[in-house]
Nanobody
């Protein structure tokens, strides 16, 4: 059973920073270093949307326009962990943030191409 566990969410004032982590584990999950990873978010009353994605080596990274220049995705393959550094947070960044794993080395913004999902971590940005 593959598990993705997010952590690092919380309450922060506008302009502040948070760093999310997503740790992958599971007896059959031995392909983390081969999989592209992504972050998505879902705000109350809205559909889940793409935030960022990183290829298996980290050489290819994609961001949603709304977070470019403020968020940074990275990964540590030996630790089976992907990170999302979020700076200059805005109230509109408030959402549940999910990490996801795609059984392919290449990045994508398409939610349907990710196979494994975490339970999510709440990020709340106050004005």
């Amino acid at each position: 059973q593959v598990q993705l566990v997010e952590s690092g969410g919380g309450l922060v004032q506008a302009g502040g920073s948070l760093r999310l982590s997503c740790a992958a584990s599971g007896g059959t999950y031995s392909t983390f270093s081969s999989d592209a990873m992504g972050w998505f978010r879902q705000a109350p009353g809205k559909e889940r949307e793409f935030v960022a994605a990183i290829s298996r080596t980290g050489a290819d990274i994609v961001y949603a326009d709304s977070v470019k220049g403020r968020f940074t995705i990275s990964r540590d393959n030996p630790k089976n962990t992907v990170y999302l550094q979020m700076n200059s947070l805005k109230p509109e960044d408030t959402a549940v943030y999910y990490c996801a794993a795609r059984p392919s080395p290449m990045t994508t913004m398409q939610e349907r191409l990710y196979r494994y999902w975490g339970q999510g971590t709440q990020v709340t940005v106050s004005s």
